[in-house]
């Protein structure tokens, strides 16, 4: 069959050939199947369609957005791109233009935007931006943000430091500690700009675990490759997420829709290149109050590394069925071999290296 209607082998079938195969074995499939499979031609503005798709859809192993059209097959996905829709409110033009900012197939974008109901809201990203950061460094500390510069930020009960790594929960609230008013910003702005839409599209689920894998990666990064150096700032979750969904662009590139791509790119490289410069440049620089140690910047590079690996595939498409994806257990297990590699580092490799660090807090 792939070798009559494909015969360059590329992978994809003209919609003309695709329609004509439908019209001559339609009436051996179900109806519901037959649906989808008329609105994924009708719909596809690419002129193909991918065959893998067509046969992931015809054995069932296709993602959830394709389950779902098939259980719904009485819906039908309007001929015309989601781009030409007119007479729409705000906020349907809001989630139109989240869904052409995160995903790059025309069909996820379409049910995206057919089911997306608000319910429930990008609560997490919301929720760890107001509580984590204003909330917190507002009303306790009376300040909104605990600057590096002075020693007493070391007292905090929160920020990780290699004294007391031991304390298990230092690997995860650093985030809510930053070195300066300027860190805060460039981390909310990245978080919110970035983080919002990717959640509103994959889910609290799938988009606390980038972040989180991302926190975790870049405390225990430091732990290894920096031991000396306390953490602050929530530059590896952010990094997750930001570095995820460019990845995610780079790899969709001719799919991916969205205006001016390549300046939105170009601006959040820049601002990530000069945040993360100015957390190298703090690192080297000799503290004002020595022995005070200034933060580490690998927590940045830990979150980069998640963010191309699980956040690629995380992000890859809509509602994936990420358990049957062979690249996510191979980034799953790759993940986890380093967290226990980190952990046992920690639990020997200070001891036996006999590094002299900063005095405890």
Same mark, same amino acid.
């Given at each position: ?10 992978? #994809? ?16 499939? =179900?109806? /519901? ?6 609105? %994924? ?7 193909? *369609?991918?065959?893998? =798709? ?16 098939? @259980? ?9 791109? @989601? ?6 409110? &705000?906020?349907?033009? %809001? ?7 995160? +995903? ?31 909330? #917190? ?12 510069? /002075? ?6 009960? +929160? ?14 609230? #650093? ?22 839409? +990717? ?9 606390? !675990? ?52 390549? &300046? ?17 440049? %703090?690192? !080297? ?24 690996? +699980?956040?690629? *595939? ?7 069925? &990420?358990? =049957? ?9 790759? #993940?986890? *071999?380093?967290?226990? !590699? ?14 002299? @660090?900063?005095?405890?807090?």
């Amino acid at each position: 069959l792939l070798s009559q209607f494909d015969p360059d082998n590329t992978g #994809y079938i003209s919609t003309e050939k695709f329609r004509s195969l439908l019209q001559r074995h339609g009436s051996e499939l =179900d109806p /519901h199947k037959l649906e989808v499979l008329l609105a %994924l031609a009708d719909s596809n503005s690419e002129g193909r *369609i991918c065959y893998q =798709d067509f046969v992931n859809l015809m054995s069932n192993k296709r993602s959830n957005s394709f389950r779902q059209a098939i @259980l719904q097959g009485n819906r039908r996905l309007c001929s015309k791109a @989601l781009l030409e829709e007119t007479g729409l409110s &705000l906020s349907q033009r %809001l989630i139109r233009h989240v869904a052409y900012e995160t +995903l790059p197939r025309e069909i996820d974008r379409k049910w995206y935007y057919d089911s997306y109901t608000c319910c429930p809201p990008p609560w997490f990203m919301i929720t760890i931006t107001i509580v984590a950061f204003f909330l #917190y460094n507002g009303v306790v500390l009376d300040r909104f943000v605990l600057q590096v510069s /002075h020693p007493l930020y070391l007292k905090n009960a +929160l920020l990780y430091h290699p004294q007391l790594r031991a304390q298990a929960w230092r690997y995860l609230t #650093y985030i809510f500690m930053h070195a300066g008013i300027e860190h805060l910003g460039l981390n909310v702005v990245l978080q919110l700009l970035v983080g919002v839409p +990717l959640e509103m599209v994959h889910g609290a689920a799938r988009i606390s !675990f980038v972040y989180v894998a991302g926190v975790v990666a870049g405390s225990l990064a430091v732990s290894v490759a920096d031991m000396r150096a306390p953490v602050v700032g929530s530059s590896g979750g952010v990094y997750a997420l930001v570095s995820a969904h460019l990845a995610n662009i780079v790899m969709n590139w001719s799919g991916m829709k969205c205006q001016f791509k390549l &300046l939105r790119m170009a601006v959040a490289l820049i601002c990530m290149s000069f945040e993360f410069g100015r957390a190298v440049w %703090l690192r !080297f620089h000799p503290s004002a109050y020595p022995p005070c140690p200034h933060p580490s910047f690998m927590a940045h590079l830990g979150g980069v590394m998640v963010g191309i690996t +699980l956040g690629v *595939i995380i992000l890859r498409n809509y509602e994936q069925r &990420l358990q =049957d994806q062979t690249l996510w257990w191979i980034f799953l297990s790759i #993940y986890i *071999i380093f967290v226990l !590699f980190a952990i046992f580092w920690n639990i020997f490799a200070y001891s036996l290296l006999d590094l002299k @660090l900063p005095p405890p807090p």
